[in-house]
Nanobody, 126 residues
Framework: QVQLAESGGGLVQTGGSLRLSCAASNPPSSSATMAWFRQAPGKEREFTAAIRWSGGSTRYADSVKGRFTISKDTAKNTMYLQMTSLRPDDTAVYYC???????????????????WGQGTQVTVSS
């Protein structure tokens, strides 16, 4: 059982930056993939970015490529999402998730993730 806890959300102006953190209660396994999803009001939860815990391969949604960077600190069991050039349409609750034995093509499939955090609100004002 893994518990995930997000932090770092808040209110920021258009063009600003935020860094989200996701701390895992236990060290993710070598076959784990961790990801960020987001859910805007009235919309479905959507994939944002993912990182393989061992090896570090990453994948991004087209909407955030070049603006967001996913990373990890294995010593701290923590994943990060550095968000820059934020836009109002980035406003959402951001969730971190962890899954096992995902292949690259399934990193964006939320059904593949077994563990979820409680979410952190990001609001970008225009």
């Amino acid at each position: 059982q893994v518990q995930l806890a997000e932090s770092g959300g808040g209110l920021v102006q258009t063009g600003g930056s935020l860094r989200l953190s996701c701390a895992a209660s236990n060290p993710p396994s070598s076959s784990a993939t961790m990801a960020w999803f987001r859910q805007a009001p009235g919309k479905e939860r959507e994939f944002t970015a993912a990182i393989r815990w061992s090896g570090g391969s990453t994948r991004y949604a087209d909407s955030v490529k070049g603006r967001f960077t996913i990373s990890k600190d294995t010593a701290k069991n923590t994943m990060y999402l550095q968000m820059t050039s934020l836009r109002p349409d980035d406003t959402a609750v951001y969730y971190c998730a962890a899954g096992e034995r995902l292949i690259y093509s399934t990193y964006d499939d939320l059904g593949r993730y077994n563990y979820w955090g409680q979410g952190t609100q990001v609001t970008v004002s225009s």
